[in-house]
């Protein structure tokens, strides 16, 4: 995992608002012609890499109207190897398929959501993620869904989401879908979120159910850009026990449209007085083109053609090289903490366990 800070200033005469650069890591074209402009927050992108190696290389290069690039901090962390498992479902509307090699492709997290619940801090994640709160994204009515919050204790199990995959605050919150007055809503609570044309996106679902008085009382199905993607998701056929998280990988190719759709909501077999749908977090991250970038339609040797090295300064990969080993003296610090409260690595799902087809399948259909 890496992730690399930016956020622009003036000093001796150099204005960093100015520069435009690109990034490469391992290969891969993680930023082209990127420029934080005169953005006033700081800048974090992120990014799931795989390495073949023991070390990891960024490269900087300015862009033909740059003349020099920047960052201001670099984190490498060495993520739990089943953090992104290698297999997802292929959501294409006509059949179902599998979607095997995640693990080797280029990943950019650009969404990260606790659904229902508040911003997420660094400090309260095992891997230091960013977890914003849903309200922005949800484009149903607030009367139709309801937020909720669960006081007891998350029971992770073995072969399931770890707090690694999602933290306790993810899976402690949620939105819920309720019916009240003994009828089924016939309504989904529908997010939508702003991504790049033109790529292949991973979207992880995360659930939890916190809102069930004992087992077996919610079904609901799951749609991804109006397709539905898993029919009759029972999470107690699955986790065999309330509050227990789980997370399904899903990966569909962009509409054109700009937006990335996911919603949930009743099915036929969901329960009077009881809850429609639930949902507790949401990550969405871009998947390398064809040509191995993250940054549009140029490849790596492209980009290291485009200027020639004698030209680069030693600005860049001093700063770089700088922040970077600084970076990894807290991670360093952080691995030291840690093994004073070990957390082993679960082996996360690479598929939907177990499921009865009376209870719950995963479906590929038409357009709901």
């Known amino acids: 995992m890496v992730r690399l800070h930016f956020h622009a200033f003036v000093s001796c005469n150099l204005d960093l608002s100015d520069a435009q650069f690109h990034v490469l890591v391992n290969g891969y074209v993680a930023l082209s012609n990127f420029s934080v402009g005169k953005v006033r927050d700081f800048v974090v992108k992120e990014y799931f890499i795989w390495a073949d190696s023991d070390k990891i290389v960024i490269n900087f290069v300015p862009a033909k109207k740059g003349k020099y690039g920047f960052v201001n901090a670099i984190e490498v962390i060495s993520a739990p190897k089943d953090l992104i498992a290698d297999v997802g479902f292929l959501v294409n509307g006509n059949k179902d398929e599998k979607f095997v090699g995640l693990t080797k492709q280029a990943l950019e997290t650009v969404h990260r959501i606790n659904v229902g619940g508040p ?24 009367d139709l869904s309801k937020r909720m919050y669960f006081g007891g204790r998350i029971h992770y199990q073995i072969g399931g989401a770890s707090r690694e995959v999602g933290p306790d605050f993810v899976y402690k919150t949620a939105r819920v879908i309720t019916n009240t007055n003994g009828s089924v809503l016939n309504a989904n609570m529908t997010w939508e979120f702003p991504v790049d044309e033109g790529y292949k996106y991973l979207v992880r679902m995360h659930f939890c159910d916190i809102a069930s008085i004992s087992l077996g009382l919610i ?18 056929s699955i986790t065999y026990t309330l509050a227990s998280p789980f997370y399904v990988d899903f990966v569909v190719d962009d509409d054109s449209s700009g937006v990335l759709r996911v919603s949930v909501g009743p099915t036929n077999k969901t ?15 871009k998947m390398n083109n064809s040509m191995g970038s993250l940054g549009g339609k140029i490849c790596a040797g492209m980009v290291l053609k485009s200027w020639p090295r004698g030209n680069i300064g030693v600005l860049v990969p001093f700063v770089a090289g700088l922040c970077l080993l600084l970076s990894l003296a807290l991670v360093m610090h ?16 690479t598929e939907v366990p177990g499921v009865d087809l009376n209870h719950g399948n995963l479906h590929f259909s038409g357009k709901a």
């Open 334 to 349: 952080r691995r030291t903490v840690g093994m004073r409260n070990p957390v082993s690595w679960s082996k996360l799902p």
């Open 119 to 142: 911003k997420v801090t660094p400090f309260n994640d095992t891997v230091w993620r960013t977890w914003i709160p849903d309200y922005e994204f949800l484009k149903s009515s607030n």
């Open 271 to 285: 329960m009077a007085y009881g809850v429609d749908g639930i949902l507790n977090g949401v990550e969405i991250m």
């Open 219 to 236: 079904h609901f199905n799951v749609y991804v850009n109006g397709y539905l993607a898993y029919e009759d998701l029972d999470l107690s």
